[in-house]
């Protein structure tokens, strides 16, 4: 009985772990989401929560201090044929991001979900994380970097859906 109790706490305090926050990165990544939104369409652009977006940015990059960052401005750990991708400008790679999630048949239950008007943070993440990443803990570590740093303030700032 205490062993159980005590795997327990265990897993509640370290199935949710703390991200420490830049908000310089942040508001840097949020900008250029808003900004490339405008020229993109479909409902990844439209739907897609920013929260999101930024806390994958952030995973993938460690607040943009990844060498794909920095040198090859890939944001999102994407790649083509087990390679890294370069990308010509943050924008550029933004712009990629919501083309991949708009086009690419593995995202299909993400649109469908984002065309549900469902602002639900989890079922989001949970329609495409599967495929999006291969680390099995992906959509908890998401959710993680939403909840440490409020990033779903910057849902709020846009009409995405009626909030629940």
């Given at each position: 009985?205490?062993?159980?109790?005590?795997?327990?706490?265990l897993?509640?305090?370290f199935?949710?772990?703390?991200?420490?926050?830049?908000?310089?990165?942040?508001?840097?990544?949020?900008?250029?989401?808003?900004?490339?939104?405008?020229?993109?369409?479909?409902?990844?652009?439209?739907?897609?929560?920013?929260?999101?977006?930024?806390?994958?940015?952030?995973?993938?990059?460690?607040?943009g201090?990844s060498r794909?960052?920095?040198?090859q401005?890939?944001?999102?750990?994407?790649?083509?044929?087990n390679?890294?991708?370069?990308?010509?400008?943050?924008e550029?790679?933004?712009?990629a991001y919501?083309?991949?999630?708009?086009?690419?048949?593995?995202?299909?239950k993400?649109r469908?979900?984002?065309?549900?008007d469902?602002y639900?943070?989890?079922k989001?993440?949970?329609?495409?994380?599967g495929?999006?990443?291969?680390?099995?803990?992906?959509?908890?570590?998401?959710?993680?970097?939403?909840?440490?740093?409020?990033l779903n303030?910057?849902?709020?700032?846009?009409?995405?859906?009626?909030q629940n």
């Amino acid at each position: 009985m205490k062993k159980t109790a005590l795997l327990a706490i265990l897993f509640m305090m370290f199935s949710s772990v703390a991200y420490s926050c830049n908000d310089e990165y942040i508001n840097y990544m949020n900008s250029i989401i808003e900004d490339t939104r405008q020229d993109i369409d479909g409902v990844i652009a439209e739907n897609m929560p920013n929260s999101i977006i930024i806390a994958q940015a952030v995973l993938e990059t460690g607040y943009g201090k990844s060498r794909a960052a920095r040198r090859q401005n890939n944001h999102f750990g994407m790649s083509s044929q087990n390679r890294i991708m370069t990308y010509g400008s943050v924008e550029e790679n933004v712009e990629a991001y919501f083309v991949n999630l708009s086009n690419h048949n593995a995202y299909r239950k993400l649109r469908e979900t984002l065309e549900s008007d469902s602002y639900d943070l989890p079922k989001i993440i949970n329609s495409y994380a599967g495929y999006y990443a291969e680390d099995p803990h992906y959509s908890r570590k998401v959710l993680s970097v939403i909840n440490s740093c409020k990033l779903n303030y910057y849902d709020s700032n846009r009409n995405l859906f009626a909030q629940n």
